[in-house]
């Protein structure tokens, strides 16, 4: 399967209540991979753009806990918008997926559980290089 094929918006458990709804993330049953870290974006200005990279290893879902934004994913074969806006609903993307985040509405918080710690050498902060490194993967 292409790495884009692995991509997918999973539905996470919702239990519903007149007192508000719950949602629960439980690690290698609802997510294929266990969670080493959590990490947040809050307060970003409109028309910011985040992302921007790849990472060589990482497994990671992205949730929009609060408001919306667009995930754009590029396995360097073919590109995919994706709109993320329910705190129930989380983008799993496997490695080398390169992504840019953008469209957040005000008041976006966007989080992402991550299958590692962090590591600046799992990341191609360069396209060619990682258009590069899917070419001699292929
Ligand atoms: P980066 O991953 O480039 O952010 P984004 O993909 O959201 O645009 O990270 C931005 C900065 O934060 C960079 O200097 C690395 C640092 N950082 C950490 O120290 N730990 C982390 O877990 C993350 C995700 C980033």
Redesign the pocket.
Known sequence: MSQMGKCEVISLPKIEDQRGNLTFIEQNRHIPFSIQ?V?Y?YDVPGGA?????AHKDLQQLIIAMSGSFDVVLNDGFEKKRIHLNRSYQGLYLPKMIW?E?DNFSSGAV?M?L?SN??D?ND?Y?DYEEFIQAVKETR
């Open positions: 870290r990490y974006l753009e985040r992302g921007g990279h992504r985040l966007c992402v991550a710690l962090y600046e990341y902060r």
